[in-house]
């Protein structure tokens, strides 16, 4: 077990570069599995669940080619059969896109139940729901899925919960689908469009992303591409948050800062200062944060993926402040860490109560998802003292080079071995 050991209170300065999108990329790289020729894409992150899809790719016959540290190649040729390992799968939420593009591609998908970042019950019914209105059964046995359709048929389908999970599968299978798909109250995610564009790029016929309907003409086969991934919003997110709550000044380089201006809006409005450039962003303050209330919305608005960490940033503001996750039933397990460090935080349900403290204590800490993780290493930067943030590899699934990036803008942060941390101990008395 490998841990992070951050001595706090160094502001982040000087500028970080951006990685391609995790959630666009754990999208894409399936998608690929519906070409008929070879897809190169660049821009991809180097974080553990893009290893992890492409294993599972690798194991089921794919040919994956790395031309260089960001950029590969995906031949889905020697694909023959529409099962996934229940091994590999079920150790990653976006493994359930292998539903979709093998629906597509074989008219039949038997995929493990996905596992992920434990949020609560996190259901598939809209994802079926839109499997079955293409003209696909589905059962469940031994924990796995299995979708069958004689030959998929575009339809109709209207989401009752905003997806992304549901609206990029059903993308997946209708895209080669006999007919026209329309999909209602769809998610509109910077990574919906960059998925819609990738598919595009290989011959689909996909209008709408980023509005509340897609319309999905389907056709007959894709072809290869060379597509770049877009930057990952959470990521420079997370980094800004960051610069606020380390009192910094970052340049945030590689990001389309229209996606950020969600978490731009509510950082201005706790006084932190923040420029847009074409494709970067400075973020920099010098006091206190000012209390702010956040909810969190499908995009356009506040990304729940980015509520720990903004959180962790309130938790040092003046005032109180109110967080409402309307995202995710249970997404405030990570709360009980941070009042660890000192941190004033009530949970009722989905709603947090944030009493701004002016310090925080560095303290032994556990990433218990991948977001709540980046929130500890946030709240380990700006604390007095020595946080040390256990079950780091959640923060490894969606965070490339984590430490390295820190530790260039100035940040006393160090991965180090669990027997590193007891000679430590013991060294210490
Ligand atoms: N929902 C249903 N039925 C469904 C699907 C979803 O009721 O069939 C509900 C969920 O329970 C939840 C809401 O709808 O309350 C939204 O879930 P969504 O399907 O949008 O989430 P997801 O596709 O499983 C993706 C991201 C998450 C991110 C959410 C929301 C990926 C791989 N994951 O999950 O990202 O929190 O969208 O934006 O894209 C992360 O990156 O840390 C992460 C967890």
Request: hydrophobic fraction near 45%.
């Amino acid at each position: 077990m490998e841990k992070y050991v951050i001595t706090g209170g160094n502001k982040l300065n000087g500028s970080v570069e951006i990685s391609g999108a995790k959630n666009a990329a754990v999208a894409i790289i399936p998608a690929a599995i519906l070409s008929q020729g070879v897809c190169r894409i660049e821009n991809v992150p180097n974080i553990s669940d893009v290893t992890l899809i492409l294993r599972i790719l690798k194991e089921m016959g794919a040919n994956i080619r790395f031309i260089n540290k960001s950029t590969l190649e995906i031949d889905s040729f020697n694909i023959a059969s529409p099962v996934a390992s229940y091994e590999l799968v079920r150790k990653m939420r976006a493994s359930y896109y292998l539903l979709g593009s093998l629906l597509g591609k074989f008219s039949n998908a038997v995929v493990s139940l996905p596992g992920g970042c434990d949020f609560g019950v996190r259901p598939i019914d809209q994802h079926l729901k839109g499997f079955m209105a293409l003209g696909a059964d589905y059962k469940v046995e031994g924990g796995m899925v299995n979708v069958n359709a004689e030959k998929l048929c575009g339809s109709n389908i209207y989401l009752d919960v905003v997806s992304v999970g549901a609206t990029i599968n059903i993308m997946l299978a209708a895209v080669v689908s006999d007919g026209v798909t329309t999909i209602e109250n769809v998610a509109k995610e910077p990574h919906i469009v960059d998925l819609a564009n990738f598919l595009n790029s290989m011959g689909a016929d996909i209008m709408g992303a980023g509005t509340d309907v897609i319309k999905i003409k389907g056709v007959k086969k894709l072809n290869g591409t060379t597509y770049s991934i877009i930057p990952d919003q959470i990521e420079a997110g997370t980094y800004m948050v960051a610069a606020a709550a380390t009192k910094g000044d970052l340049l945030v380089k590689n990001v389309i800062p229209k996606h950020l201006e969600s978490i731009t809006a509510k950082l201005q409005e706790m006084g932190v200062h923040v420029d847009e450039y074409d494709d970067a962003v400075r973020v920099y303050a010098n006091e206190r944060p000012n209390k702010c209330n956040v909810k969190t919305m499908p995009h356009p608005g506040f990304p729940t993926d980015m509520q720990p960490q903004i959180t962790a940033l309130l938790s040092l503001a003046e005032g109180t402040s109110i967080v409402n996750e309307s995202v995710w039933d249970s997404r405030f397990r990570y709360v009980e860490e941070l009042r660890r460090m000192g941190a004033e935080i009530s949970v009722d349900g989905k709603i947090a109560v944030v009493e701004g403290k002016e310090k925080l204590y560095g303290a032994p800490v556990k990433a218990t998802d991948l977001r709540a993780g980046a929130a500890m290493v946030i709240a380990g930067l700006a604390a007095e003292g020595v946080t040390t943030v256990e079950d780091v590899v959640h923060i490894e699934r969606g965070y490339e080079d984590i430490i390295d990036k820190l530790s260039t803008l100035g940040a006393d942060i160090r991965k180090v071995s669990e027997s590193e941390v007891s000679i430590t101990k013991a060294l210490l008395g």
